[in-house]
């Protein structure tokens, strides 16, 4: 089932910052081999230090690698604040 993940999460970069880390080619390269694609990314209308970023893929997929500890490092060198992370999921069926 395809899943879409919703994070809405704080900066410790300027958005501009954040967005070209995640369109730089090993991002992407990366997203890809997990099957999950980025379809949104966004800065708050209100808050510069802000940004949502929506992923689909496989159900499971982003949620399970987000989640990891191991994994926070990799989050957090994008620019993105790994605690306080809103996560929200949903599903096509």
């Avoid at 919703?6 to 958005?15: G, T, Y």
């Avoid at 209100?46 to 490092?73: C, D, H, S």
């Avoid at 620019?79 to 949903?90: K, Q």
Wanted: proline letters at 3%; glycine letters at 6%.
């Amino acid at each position: 089932m395809i899943e879409t993940t919703v994070l809405d999460f704080k900066l410790s970069k300027s958005f501009e910052e954040y967005r070209a880390y995640m369109e730089e080619p090993e991002q992407q390269a990366m997203f890809s081999e997990m099957g999950v694609k980025i379809f949104y990314l966004g800065v708050s209308h209100g808050n510069p230090n802000r940004a949502t970023v929506m992923f689909q893929g496989q159900e499971n997929v982003l949620y399970n690698i987000f989640m990891n500890p191991r994994t926070k490092a990799i989050v957090e060198a994008s620019g993105h604040v790994y605690e306080g992370t809103v996560i929200t999921r949903w599903l096509a069926q």
